[in-house]
T-cell receptor, first 114, second 111 residues
Framework: ETGVTQTPRHLVMGMTNKKSLKCEQHLGHNAMYWYKQSAKKPLELMFVYNFKEQTENNSVPSRFSPECPNSSHLFLHLHTLQPEDSALYLC?????????????FGPGTRLTVT | RKEVEQDPGPFNVPEGATVAFNCTYSNSASQSFFWYRQDCRKEPKLLMSVYSSGNEDGRFTAQLNRASQYISLLIRDSKLSDSATYLCVVNLPRSSYKLIFGSGTRLLVRP
């Protein structure tokens, strides 16, 4: 299944590094999302983009910086992260219209901050 | 009270068994409901949307009880491949984009 792809799949970074996560969707959707999933916790919504415009920032620290250049691509820029930021970062997309909003997820980037 | 609550399990059942999960949600104005499944260290995958009239997809049946604010998922004739964590998902009222995920119910189907 290649509807939503994410790179890299695994990332280890130090607290002073800067890295970026990439997400691409091939479903013709107009809304894209970043979620964080920590061990034994439910998914937490981080950011929502609808037609390239950010519509939601769920009180995410500024060391996470999203970018959405078009409806198919979404980035998450990371800098000066903390060890507690280690988690699975999931990208999702959905059609922007209609109320059902079924979201489809990419495989995720497993991030470890050392 | 959590916005979406699920029994974490695990539910340990033999192949061929019927198993049911319930999920409760706190906001009566929620409009969209889903079940996702998540395999270990993988992404969540949409299993089915839950409609007011209830819906069935093969061995899976979803029901919505708005009065009691709960959603159920019934799996008949369990297969080994059904072993996974099942996530109950509800939208935030006034925001069709914002979904709230439950912590999940773990199912183990044994031979």
């Amino acid at each position: 299944e290649t509807g939503v792809t994410q790179t890299p799949r695994h990332l280890v970074m130090g607290m002073t590094n800067k890295k970026s996560l990439k997400c691409e969707q091939h479903l013709g959707h107009n809304a894209m999302y970043w979620y964080k999933q920590s061990a034994k916790k439910p998914l937490e919504l981080m950011f929502v983009y609808n037609f390239k415009e950010q519509t939601e920032n769920n009180s995410v620290p500024s060391r996470f910086s999203p970018e959405c250049p078009n409806s198919s691509h979404l980035f998450l820029h990371l800098h000066t992260l903390q060890p507690e930021d280690s988690a699975l970062y999931l990208c999702a997309s959905s059609p922007s219209s209609g109320s059902r909003n079924e979201q489809y997820f990419g495989p995720g980037t497993r991030l470890t901050v050392t | 009270r959590k916005e979406v609550e699920q029994d974490p399990g695990p539910f340990n059942v033999p192949e061929g068994a019927t198993v049911a999960f319930n999920c409760t949600y706190s906001n009566s104005a929620s409009q969209s409901f889903f079940w996702y499944r998540q395999d270990c260290r993988k992404e969540p995958k949409l299993l089915m949307s839950v409609y007011s009239s209830g819906n069935e997809d093969g061995r899976f049946t979803a029901q919505l009880n708005r009065a009691s604010q709960y959603i159920s998922l019934l799996i008949r004739d369990s297969k080994l491949s059904d072993s996974a964590t099942y996530l109950c998902v509800v939208n935030l009222p006034r925001s069709s984009y914002k979904l709230i995920f439950g912590s999940g119910t773990r199912l183990l189907v044994r031979p």
